[in-house]
């Protein structure tokens, strides 16, 4: 799987939005973008992922280049609650069948 | 949505003991189910692949007689740490995947103390 590069830490006003961004400019064609995270002391939580379109649910949008070396989480409306590790993860196409290498991540810290 | 629930959330063992951890799929089945290891401020550090009724794949450095999963079932999975000693003490996640939960759900982890 391709290797991720993220910002150790980012912080971001309640109720603004939060533009988290990732590097992954040695994907492969097949391999989708992930992004989980993790609040203190829980098991990580999947956000969102996509191929090469930008991607929109309910949690949070997905804006992928055009080259897809790069990504960007945006969490549109952040609160305290949002306050967590987020990861980019980049993965083959064999999706659940393969475990997923976590790299250090963006500790997101929303200010009240 | 899917719902991976685990058991204990936390215990503390002495040392030499034993400890079982469980994981189980709530409403799908589980085809295949992860463990992860996270030690304080670090990542989470997949250890081994289980597949229902086969025997786990551990990644390289994972004792596979110290850490004995079992995956008898499509919606339980569990861990064994056996002969626990205190560098053992760490955050353990399990994540399961199948049919319609194809990119993996996790538990809610278990905080080992080994004292």
């Known amino acids: 799987d391709a290797k991720t590069t993220q910002p150790t830490s980012m912080d971001c006003a309640e109720g603004r939005a939060a533009n988290l961004p990732c590097n992954h400019s040695?994907?492969?064609?097949?391999?989708?973008v992930y992004w989980y995270r993790q609040i203190h002391s829980q098991g990580p939580q999947y956000i969102i992922h996509g191929l090469k379109n930008n991607e929109t649910n309910e949690m949070a949008s997905l804006i992928i280049t055009e080259d897809r070396k790069s990504s960007t989480l945006i969490l549109p409306h952040a609160t305290l609650r949002d306050t967590a590790v987020y990861y980019c993860?980049?993965?083959?196409?064999?999706?659940?069948?393969?475990?997923?290498?976590f790299g250090k991540g963006t500790h997101l810290i929303i200010q009240p | 949505g899917a719902v991976v629930s685990q058991h204990p959330s936390w215990v503390i063992c002495k040392s030499g003991t034993s400890v079982k951890i469980e994981c189980r799929s709530l409403d799908f089945q589980a085809t295949t189910m992860f463990w992860y290891r996270q030690f304080p401020k670090q990542s989470l550090m997949l250890m081994a692949t289980?597949?229902?009724?086969?025997?786990?794949?551990?990644e390289q450095g994972v004792e596979k007689d110290k850490f004995l999963i079992n995956h008898a079932s499509l919606t339980l999975s569990t861990l064994t740490v056996t002969s626990a000693h205190p560098e053992d003490s760490s955050f353990y996640i399990c994540s399961a995947s199948g049919g319609q939960v194809p990119f993996g759900t996790f538990g809610s982890g278990t905080r080992l103390t080994v004292v």
């Open positions: 993860i980049v993965r083959g196409s064999g999706g659940g069948a393969d475990g997923l290498t």
């Open positions: 040695t994907i492969s064609g097949n391999e989708y």
């Open positions: 289980s597949n229902e009724g086969s025997k786990a794949t551990y």
